[in-house]
């Protein structure tokens, strides 16, 4: 189970208790406030809080206040050119906290992103569930041979299941240990900031994640990446669909000008200019390495 029934408790009891506020109000946010939305087997990304919309991100830009303008096409020409030219202090106008359930080997790349606030559950303090990430047999995957840090084929056959096996008897006896160590029947019990060591990496953890919506974007635009890891790129694409009915301009813009967008280097835009001009333009003749060829012309294609 992702929610907990306390968790849904509580979560039931805030949607069930509206208040009248004067702060700005993102109606398309207020829809997902409190709510919980499943990801991987066992977890979740839901919306604590938030501040601001994308009225607030012109409203910066333009250092006024009020909407800014008459015209809604305005407010979002205005927040497209902030995207477009790489403008980013607006956007740290608006924050979004979120709780996120997360395998722990997912939450130690995701702490990578340091422009956030996070707080997490503590081990040391309380006894972590017998939850683990349990991949489906169409995540199970082969080392690519191409990328060290990717994955090939998937398995199958006899592999697949033997592979699934190990992962579900390894978690659970590793877990039988941890409450055998820290057990105080009949003895002392390990610490629980000691017992913690012998837990896999697959087991799930919990944290509180605030951060502005320009660093968020940045998270976006490199975990939901088509060649991200599969176990964080779901999260990031949860994160997505809430992010584009908190502030549906910008992330229209942040779509067009990051997500579907590529990058050039200045010898391939040399390269673009001589093919333009009709010129043949190989990897031979193009100035650039093996890999930088291949990369340019795969965005080609």
């Known amino acids: 189970m992702a929610v907990t029934p306390e968790q849904q408790a509580e979560i039931d009891a805030l949607r069930e208790t509206p208040r009248q506020t004067l702060r700005a109000v993102s109606e398309g946010m207020e829809a ?3 709510k919980a939305i499943p990801v991987l087997d066992h977890g979740f990304v839901r919306v604590v809080d938030y501040m601001g919309d994308d009225a607030a991100i012109c409203q910066a830009a333009r250092v006024s206040y009020g909407k800014g303008t008459k015209s809604v096409q305005n407010d979002e020409g205005l927040i497209r050119y902030l995207m477009r030219h790489w403008h980013s202090t607006p ?8 709780h996120v359930k997360l395998p722990v080997f997912v939450a130690r790349q995701w702490i990578r992103h340091r422009t ?3 707080n997490e559950y503590s081990a040391r303090y309380s006894i972590l569930d017998r939850e683990f990430y349990i991949p489906a047999p169409e995540h199970l995957a082969a080392q690519s041979v191409v990328n060290n840090q990717g994955r090939g084929d998937v398995l199958e056959g006899e592999e ?4 699934l096996e190990m992962l579900k008897r390894d978690s659970n006896l590793a877990y039988d240990h941890y409450e055998e160590m820290i057990s105080t029947d009949d ?3 390990l610490a629980r900031e000691l017992a913690r060591m012998n837990l896999p990496a697959n087991i799930y953890t919990q ?3 605030k951060v502005d919506l320009h660093n968020l974007l940045h998270f976006l635009r490199l975990r939901a990446d088509a060649h991200a890891q599969y176990e964080i790129r779901v999260y990031a694409d949860a994160i997505c669909n809430v992010v584009a009915d908190w502030v549906p301009f910008a992330f229209r813009a942040f779509e067009d000008y990051r ?5 050039f ?5 040399d390269c673009m200019k001589r093919m333009l001009a009709g010129e043949e333009v190989t990897e031979a003749n193009c100035g650039m390495s093996k890999r930088e060829w291949r990369e340019f012309r795969a965005t080609l294609d």
């Open 259 to 263: 997500l579907g967008a590529v990058t």
């Open 32 to 34: 997902h406030l409190y």
């Open 116 to 118: 956030a606030n996070v």
């Open 207 to 209: 944290w509180y994640w």
């Open 187 to 189: 003895q002392q019990g």
């Open 160 to 163: 697949a299941a033997r592979v």
């Open 91 to 98: 956007f740290e106008m608006c924050e979004v906290k979120l």
């Open 265 to 269: 280097s200045s010898q391939m835009v």
